[in-house]
């Protein structure tokens, strides 16, 4: 670890392992890519990080493929992986924990990240450039002629609503959450809704992203009783993949937030 630094002249973390996908994009889209030497099995994006050593998934990691990395950080989100957190302290290593849950603590972790690995300036410049493609969507949404109501699906069995992030991406792409009380919940558990509460609120548009399995339309539309609710009526059931939305990174405030967009699109 000292080797490294000396031999770069830099005195910011240089052997970065990423417990999520989030991260690893965001310093692969700072050009810091080259910090990272381990990552999430789970991570898509970019593609070439798929290269790195795969040392976890979600909620659990491999301990001896991580110290074999000698990292001098450990990047990690939320209290879910708290257990894995402070395993890797107890070993002596340096753990950073984020737990954005709004598109304004995700840009708030753009730019923190940013600053622990001394570029704040490019991490400003990526904050607003996101910040202006987002404006961009929500422009384009301004020309709907109304805002379709919209039943976000993370998870169906229970049926959980979306999170925070997603929530306030769907109106940004042009549309209404059905369950806007719900958002701030942050354990999913409290995010749990009936069939009939979704039958109720008659949602027009359905997005599904369920994390590990394909969306399946059919599966939603042969659910008891909902066939009364206008998107399934009129087919307006649609995925977006996980890794696009449930990542509370730069790849839900770009591609997540365009197919979001898009697929309300098709119901005005």
Known sequence: MQRARAETDDPYPRRIVCLTEETTETLYLLGEGDRVVGVSGYTVRPSEARRKPRISSFLHARYDKIEALEPDLVLAFSDLQADITTELVKRGHTVFTFNQRSVAEILQMIRVLAGIVGVQTKGEALARDLEAGLERVRGQA????????????????????????????????????????????????????????????????IVGSWCGKPVRPERIASRRGWDAIPAVCHGHIYEVKSALILQPGPAALTDGVRQLHERIARAI
């Open 142 to 205: 301004r020309a709907f002629p109304r805002r379709p109501r919209v039943y976000f699906e993370e998870w169906d069995d229970p049926l959980i609503s979306g999170i925070q992030w997603v929530e306030e991406l769907v109106e940004i792409a042009g549309g209404d959450p059905v369950f806007p009380d719900r958002r701030h919940a942050k354990l999913a558990k409290d995010r749990i809704v009936t069939s009939d509460q979704v039958i109720a609120a008659a949602p027009e548009v």
